[in-house]
C-alpha cells in the first residue's frame, strides 16, 4: 500500500509537469469575462491593499496555493518551496491529499510545512471517500494535529477514482459523514472538487451538513481523468478517459452557481488559474480566495525563489486589475459594477 501511494504521487507529478492535462476545447470562462476599464480610477496605485480575511484569518493576499502534493522526496522538495514562498508572500497553503501521511511511514515530513510557514493559514486535504474505506473523525483529527493545519478540506474526485487503477468509487452515504465530522471536528471543515467544478445545489447540501467552505476547483485546468490515462494499464480505462476530457463545470459558472445559492459562503476560486487577471474577474465575480495550482508547480520543483517570483507578478497582475477599475480594496473589486460578458 505504501509503496503504491507514493508511485502514484510520484507518476502525478511527473505526468503533470510533462503531459497535456488539459482538455482540448473546455477552458475556465474566463476568458469570456471582462472589466470595463476605467480612464480615471482617482486612486493612488500605491494606496491599494489586497489584503482580506477568511474565515477570520488575517491574509496579505487573497491568493492560495492549491493542494496539489505529498508523499514523496519530490513532493518534499516541492512543498518545501511553496510553503517557504507562501510564508513571505502572506499565501494561503492548502497541502496536498493527506492520506499518505497515515498510510505511510515513508516521507511523512512532505507534509509538516508549519515550521517553513509558522503565520499563514494552512489546509490539510483528504479525500471524502475514505470515510467509506475506514477513515472517521479520528484520523482527521490525527492529519490536523501531525500538520498543525488551521482547516481541512474533504476533496471529491469520483472521476479520477473510477479511472485510476484500484480506485476508490463508493461514493454512497458520504453526505452524513462529512455532516458528522463537521459537527465533531474542532477546525473548519471545507470542500473541494479536483477540477470538476461544484453545482450550487450540490455545495447547498453540503453547506447544510456544516460545511464551512467551497472551493469549486472547477473545469478548465487540469483534469485529472486526463492524468489518470497516462497512468491506466487497463485499455478500458484509458480509452474511456479520452471521452471525459471536456468534461466538467467551467470555473467561473461554478462560481456563479455556487454563489447564486449560497450568498455568504466562504468561497475559494480555483481550476485553471493562470494570472493575477483571472483572480480579479474570480473575486468580481464572487470568490473569496483564489488558488493557484499547476500554474505554479513547474517553478515549486526549482526554489522558493522561482515560486517568488511568479507569485509577486500574480499580485502585480491583481493590482493592476484593481487600479484599471478603480479599486482600492478588495471589497470594492468585489463589489465593483465594471464586469461584463464579452
Partial sequence: MANSIEQRKSEHIQISLNEKVTGESIS????????????????????????TKFLGFECKTPFLISSMTGGTALAETINRNL?????????ALAL?????????????????????????????????????????????????EMTEADMLVLHLNSIQEVIQENGDTNFK????????????????????????????????????????????????????????????????????????????????????????????CPLIASGGMQTGLDGAKSIALGADLVGFGRSILKEA???????????????MELRMAMFGIGALTIQELKDTPRLIER
Fill in 28 to 51: 475556465t470562462g474566463l476568458e469570456s469575462i471582462a472589466f470595463i476599464h476605467n480612464a480615471l480610477p482617482e486612486i493612488d496605485f500605491d494606496e491599494i491593499s489586497i489584503e
Fill in 83 to 91: 510553503a517557504t514562498a507562501a510564508e513571505e508572500r502572506g499565501w
Fill in 96 to 144: 496536498g491529499s493527506t492520506r499518505a501521511l497515515l498510510d505511510s511511514d515513508g516521507h511523512s515530513s512532505s507534509f509538516l510545512m508549519r515550521k517553513y510557514a509558522p503565520n499563514v493559514p494552512i489546509i490539510a486535504n483528504l479525500g471524502a471517500v475514505q470515510f467509506n474505506y475506514g477513515y472517521g473523525v479520528d484520523e482527521c483529527r490525527k492529519i490536523i
Fill in 173 to 264: 452515504g458520504l453526505l452524513k459523514k462529512i455532516e458528522q465530522l463537521c459537527s465533531t471536528l474542532e477546525v473548519p471543515v471545507g470542500v473541494k472538487e479536483v477540477g470538476w467544478g461544484i453545482d450550487g445545489q450540490t455545495a447547498k447540501k453540503l453547506i447544510e451538513a456544516g460545511i464551512a467552505f467551497i472551493d469549486v476547483a472547477g473545469a478548465g485546468g487540469t483534469s485529472w481523468s486526463q492524468v489518470e490515462k497516462f497512468r491506466a494499464k487497463d485499455p478500458i480505462r484509458r480509452l474511456a478517459a479520452e471521452a471525459f476530457s471536456e468534461w466538467g463545470i467551467p470555473t467561473a459558472e461554478s462560481i456563479r452557481l455556487v454563489r447564486g445559492e449560497n450568498g455568504n
Fill in 301 to 315: 520543483t526549482q526554489s522558493p525563489e522561482d515560486v517568488l517570483e511568479v507569485m509577486k507578478i500574480r499580485e
